[in-house]
């Protein structure tokens, strides 16, 4: 079955600028974590949702924001990009909510360059 | 808060010699404690993790509460298990993962 899909994989912006990602989770999926991976920060977690709704979220501004579709797909949405936004945002699903059971399955990512 | 510490960005080993990445958590509670592995020009994937006590590619790591760690360990490296090794934590309030800053391990022929 077809792992999680994540477009576009690579994207290239301008300060200032917004950008919309998204994430196909695995069929039956219904939970969709996303990371930001730096080479500075490493993997932080942006947000989680779990049928539409917005479980968690982390430590990043408003700048930061998603939602999830009645189909379990995401989208995550930066808006007025600073260069530090550069990084590779990585979608991950689960069955259901992240837990000790519910295992992970990550995307290839979205690199995002911002110049 | 929870934290996870992995003290070796670099480790690098001979093949056929033993390996342990370590890993040390903060949590107050009690925590499900996880390893990923990203091999190269490939996706995030889980290797292992504790709730499961088992050993995916003779990789085993246990979780000792009393020293907060969970160290991965493999008794002969593989030439193939060159890779970036993370360790993750989710707490009991579930909902957000907590990954180390990673271990690069380099296994040499």
């Known amino acids: 079955k077809a792992g999680v899909t994540q477009t576009p994989r690579y994207l290239i912006k301008t300060r200032g600028q917004q950008v919309t990602l998204s994430c196909s989770p695995i069929?039956?999926?219904?939970?969709v974590s996303w990371y930001q991976q730096t080479p500075g920060q490493g993997l932080q977690f942006l947000f989680e949702y779990f049928s539409e709704t917005q479980r968690n979220k982390g430590n990043f501004p408003g700048r930061f924001s998603g939602r999830q579709f009645s189909n379990s797909r995401s989208e995550m949405n930066v808006s007025t990009l600073e260069l530090g936004d550069s990084a590779l945002y990585l979608c991950?699903?689960?069955?259901?909510?992240?837990?000790?059971?519910?295992?992970?399955?990550f995307g290839a990512g979205s690199r995002l360059t911002v110049l | 808060a929870q934290r996870v510490t992995q003290p070796e960005k670099l480790l690098s080993v001979f093949k056929g010699a033993p390996v342990e990445l370590k890993c040390n958590y903060s949590y107050s509670g009690s925590p499900e404690l996880f390893w990923y592995v990203q091999y190269s020009r490939q996706r995030l994937q889980l290797l292992l993790r504790?709730?499961s006590r088992e050993s995916i590619k003779g990789f085993t790591a246990d979780l000792n509460k009393g020293e907060t760690s969970f160290h991965l360990k493999k008794p002969f490296a593989q030439e193939e298990d060159s890779a970036m090794y993370y360790c993750a934590l989710i707490g009991t309030s579930g909902s957000r993962l907590t990954f180390g800053e990673g271990t690069q391990l380099t296994v040499n022929p």
């Open positions: 504790h709730i």
């Open positions: 991950a699903s689960s069955l259901g909510p992240i837990s000790g059971a519910n295992v992970l399955t």
């Open positions: 069929s039956g999926h219904r939970s």
